[in-house]
């Protein structure tokens, strides 16, 4: 019988321990005291001050399994769910750690036995290809004399300038913070061919698909980036590394995609069952299970759907799993349903859904039931503004205004929608728009204290940017097809 996630996830930590180091809880998804950050996007988060020396353990090696919400900042993977079978916006980072502990040779060491040995994984080596940093001639030689690895199995990369989804061997959690150079594993899903996947090994043109798949990333950390781009070095070599535990459960039950693998075929029938349709019928149902995740998760961690920050993160994801919903027929409240099939499946690894259950469904009930109106007749006034497009293939801007401002439609949520119809925004007219209710705003509100202001304003500009970038990837995006 094929590792269930559940088993993986407990064999990798076994493996660890095994190895001397200390297991970990996982850390809230809302970062402790770090304004830099959005939402945790990787293990070594809850250990950002121990790589810098600020902090100190009683521990110098140790493993965890991180809840991890990427959709937004730096590492922004919401565009592409539903378009690849490996990225999410909640996902499970299995994480090894060393605080100035053992280095490069270890680390590779201890990766390649965990996936390759008869006695843990066993994956065949020979469908396995790693990267380096270009310059990182160390690592290199310790994965072609110590491991053996031929040379044609050794891609050389660099810093990342293809585009936010190219290959990258220097990682970083954000502008600031712990990095270095890093050496990745990639496994071949389709080596002869026969099952069609598409897509090139890292570093190709086509590098962006789901042949080759990155299963786990090991960074040597060396360097405390400061905001003015500057690197400092850390006190010590450290190792940090990250392997999403969907895909390695994915890659151990048979199939190259993580919504086939166990936990997300029960989501998936959820999903299916609500909507009156066949498990996999739509990639909507994809979107849905992916989004209940990503939810629940942080509802459980506090956060709650709102205008700014975080939660206006988590309302954006919300919508979008509710507009996916209604696109299904699933027009009554329907998204609330699925928190108890996920605390079914991932209750036991994470009792804080069991525990706030009854919350989060309550909060995605209102989220639904005060979306509900004004999606319907948001969908409406798209659909029309749709059908007098003619031959063009743009949406004007003051619709995706219109959409935004009076039926509650963040700008991503109508770029999902374009999308789908292979249209796109036009968004200079949308922030033309913009611009002008900004102008009547400000207005109307001179006679606010100056401290409100300037407090609004900050909180504006900060997630005004975080959104802003994410839309502009988006549209650029779409302009280039
Ligand atoms: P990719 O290039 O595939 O987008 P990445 O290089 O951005 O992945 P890392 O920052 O290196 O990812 O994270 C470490 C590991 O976490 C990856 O090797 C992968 O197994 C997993 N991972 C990263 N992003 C996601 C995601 N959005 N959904 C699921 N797993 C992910
Ligand atoms: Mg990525
Ligand atoms: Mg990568
Ligand atoms: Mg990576």
């Known amino acids: 019988f094929p590792m269930t996630s559940n088993e993986l996830r407990a064999k990798f930590l076994e493996f660890f321990r095994s190895k001397g180091h200390t297991i970990v809880p996982s850390s809230p998804l809302v970062p402790a005291d770090d304004p830099t950050l959005l939402f945790t996007n ?36 919401l565009e592409n769910v539903g378009y690849t079978a490996r990225h999410h916006t909640f996902f499970e980072m299995l994480g090894n750690f060393s605080f100035g502990d053992y280095f490069k040779k270890d680390a590779i060491a201890y990766a390649w036995e965990f996936i390759t040995s008869p006695n843990w994984l066993g994956i065949d080596r020979r469908r396995l290809l790693v990267t380096v940093y270009h310059t990182d001639d160390e690592a290199y030689a310790i994965w072609h004399r110590d491991i053996g690895l031929p040379a044609e199995r050794i891609i050389r990369i660099g810093d990342n300038k293809g585009g936010p989804y190219a290959s990258d061997n220097f990682w970083a959690m954000g502008d600031t913070g712990p990095c ?21 090994p890292p570093g190709s043109a086509d590098e962006d698909g789901d042949r080759w798949i990155e299963i786990w990333n090991v960074v040597f950390m060396q360097f405390d980036r400061a905001a003015d781009g500057r690197l400092s070095p850390l006190p010590a070599p450290s190792v940090d590394t990250g392997m999403g535990l969907e895909r390695i459960s994915a890659l151990m039950q048979g199939t190259h995609d993580n919504y086939q693998t166990d936990t997300f075929k029960a989501l998936i029938g959820a999903v299916a069952a609500l909507a009156g349709q066949r498990p996999y019928a739509s990639a909507s149902q994809k979107v849905i299970a992916d989004h209940i995740r990503a939810t629940s998760f942080l509802i459980a961690d506090g956060v709650l759907p709102s205008n700014e920050g975080r939660g206006y993160v988590l309302r954006r994801i919300m919508r979008r799993a509710i507009r996916h919903g209604y696109k299904l027929g699933l027009t009554e409240p329907f998204f609330f349903k699925l928190v108890a099939p996920l605390s079914e499946v991932m209750g036991g690894a994470y009792p804080e859904l ?44 003051e619709i995706v205004f219109k959409l935004y401002d009076t039926y509650g439609f963040p700008v991503d949520l109508t770029a999902d929608i374009a999308r789908e119809r292979a249209l796109s925004l ?38 005004g940017y975080e959104s802003l970038h994410a839309e502009a990837r988006v549209l650029a995006l779409y302009r280039d097809g």
């Open 42 to 77: 990787a293990g070594m988060v809850q250990f950002k001050d121990v790589f810098t020396g600020r902090d100190k353990r009683p521990y110098t090696r140790a493993a965890s399994s991180q809840k991890c919400v990427r959709a937004g900042g730096k590492h922004n993977d």
């Open 180 to 200: 270095g150079p890093c050496t990745e594993i990639f496994y071949d899903h389709d080596p002869d061919g026969s099952k069609g996947i598409q897509g090139g």
């Open 354 to 397: 069991r525990e706030r259950q009854a919350d989060i469904e309550k909060a995605i009930r209102a989220e639904e039931d005060g979306f509900a109106v004004t999606l319907d007749k948001g969908m409406r006034l798209l659909d029309e503004a749709i059908a007098k497009l003619g031959s063009g293939r743009t949406i004007p801007g």
């Open 426 to 463: 036009d968004m200079d007219g949308y922030e033309r728009e913009m611009a002008a209710q900004r102008e009547r705003a400000r207005a109307a509100s001179t006679f606010k204290s100056m401290d409100t202001l300037a407090y609004e304003g900050a909180e504006t500009c900060f997630i």
